[in-house]
């Protein structure tokens, strides 16, 4: 007997048995493939069924169980249950329909389980690589920092955080400490977690103004002016201008290069967000719409959008590289030290740690792909959003509800003595039976103080003809609910 029968048996979480491991694997990645390739031939939607629901209702599982069980479990719960966002009739929400190369590359980020914190490692390398042809695409100076982060939201409150700490000691003082009320300039438009950032920087609501639009939706420049002078004159410290590059609600662009003028011409801190829209310069079409943007101190944007990599993925660049450092420098010294050699400081420019290598799916997609594909799948979204205003004008029934800047699209069903507050209830009843018969998915939007459906025409898998279908079918559903309405009234 040797001493190494004494010792105690290891436990690891690699597989008992790799070849039925590498069977499943395979078997997984026939089985999605084939979900990808027949999306157009299913329902958009379903509804969770009820026994499905209850089946996440269960107790930690204690006993292990065969990955082919715990797969079909997914199969049965998990699969079949999706927001609909990779479908091709999906334009509810400004969701991107994710890329199947990506899908890969996730995989096999986290088969190296790669942690990406700017070590002398091939991560941080890729995630360095990304960053800088997220400033080429965009024109946005080579010398500038940046870092990709979960999404928008995020993105605007590293942003925002570089913006605060640029003109105040907040850092060391706390909020409190800052002699000035600190006051920041967005619109109605600016989105809400725009607001969500002011809030936990501790600056309070209160100090956004949020400046009227104008017809096109964009932020009143003279009006901003007239803010800012106003709140100057009140003693306060205006420090930074929130531009909107691509608005939630309607896609509306502010006039980004008039907002660049103002900040600089005020020493204010420009912030961008393009969440929605800064993807779309990839298309010199929208150029004219965008000029300015590169010239934002920060600039927020998603690329699990109009980009189509899967969730998460955002950016943020920021102009100042020093600046940017400065912000979030309470790293502890073992991250500094300089004996580690990193090759990025990705745990100084932003509130993470330890990250993952959202980077290689974007690398990877970018790559296999090229950038004229991604340009090329932009100016098909705005052919198909053209495509689709075009039926919505000629239709009797429907009607455009507000201006087009982008690739979002409000329009409702409308019917001949019906007032407002029935037009509102028979859009909604319009947009939940296509959601519910697995047609198509749009989403509501309050524009004017009227109920609009709402379609963002960012999907790489519509076709045309998708859209034809979706004003068929909005006009059907309509006719069909007015008729019934008719019905129980003669009843
Ligand atoms: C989606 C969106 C955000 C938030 O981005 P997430 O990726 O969802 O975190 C911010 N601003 C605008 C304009 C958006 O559309």
Not at 30 to 56: S, T
Not at 309 to 327: D, M
Not at 386 to 400: F, G, K, S, T, Y
Request: hydrophobic share 40%; glycine share 6%; charged share 25%.
């Amino acid at each position: 007997m040797g001493m190494d029968d004494k010792k105690p048996k290891t436990v690891t979480l690699d597989p008992d048995d790799w070849e039925e491991f590498r069977a499943v694997g395979h078997q997984m990645i026939d089985d999605m493939i084939a979900f990808l390739q027949n999306l157009h031939a299913r329902p958009v939607w379903q509804p969770i069924h009820p026994d499905v629901e209850k089946g996440f209702k269960k107790s930690l599982p204690m006993k292990p169980k065969n990955i082919q069980d715990v797969y079909k479990e997914f199969l049965y719960q998990v699969l079949p249950y999706p927001t609909g966002n990779i479908h091709p009739r999906f334009w509810g929400w400004i969701n991107g329909a994710g890329c199947p190369v990506s899908m890969y590359a996730d995989l096999l980020a986290s088969g190296m389980n790669a942690c990406t914190v700017g070590l002398p490692d091939s991560s941080s390398l890729v995630e360095l690589q990304v960053i800088d042809w997220m400033k080429e695409m965009l024109d946005y100076p080579m010398n500038s920092s940046g870092i990709l982060v979960s999404g928008g939201s995020a993105a605007n409150l590293v942003g925002l955080t570089v913006a605060r700490n640029a003109v105040s000691e907040a850092a060391e003082k706390g909020v409190g400490g800052i002699p000035k009320k600190l006051v920041l300039y967005g619109s109605t438009e600016t989105h809400f977690t725009v607001q969500r950032a002011v809030e936990v920087l501790g600056l309070g609501r209160d100090s956004i103004r949020k400046i009227p639009v104008n017809d096109k939706l964009q932020m009143d420049v003279q009006k901003l002016r007239e803010e800012i002078e106003k709140d100057r004159k009140a003693g306060h410290l205006p420090f930074c201008v929130i531009a909107t590059a691509g608005a939630t609600q309607t896609g509306s662009v502010d006039d980004l290069d008039a907002l660049a003028d103002v900040a600089e011409a005020y020493g204010l801190w420009y912030h961008v967000d393009g969440a929605i829209g800064s993807v779309g310069y990839l298309s010199p079409r929208l150029h004219s719409v965008l000029k300015g943007m590169n010239r934002a101190d920060s600039l927020a944007f998603d690329l699990h959008k109009w980009m189509q990599i899967p969730y998460e993925a955002g950016c943020v660049l920021i102009r100042s590289k020093e600046t940017h450092l400065k912000t979030f420098n309470s790293a502890s010294s073992f991250l500094k030290s300089e004996a580690l050699k990193r090759l990025a400081l990705f745990t100084e420019t932003s509130i993470q740690v330890s990250r993952n290598f959202k980077a290689l799916k974007i690398w990877m997609s970018l790559k296999t792909h090229g950038i004229d594909k991604f340009r090329m799948i932009i100016e098909q979204c705005l052919d198909q959003t053209a495509h689709l205003v075009n039926l919505i004008n000629d239709h009797p029934d429907l009607e455009l509800m507000a201006p087009v800047t982008l690739h979002i699209v409000c329009f409702r069903f409308v019917a001949p003595g019906l007032s407002g507050e029935q037009l509102d209830a028979l859009n909604q009843q319009i947009l939940d039976r296509l959601r519910n018969e697995g047609i198509a998915i749009v989403s509501n939007m309050n524009v004017k103080g009227r109920l609009t459906m709402r379609a963002c025409v960012n999907n790489h898998r519509s076709k045309f003809e998708d859209f034809d279908l979706l004003v068929r079918e909005a006009a059907r559903i309509g006719h069909d609910l007015l008729a019934a309405e008719t019905e129980k009234k003669a009843a």
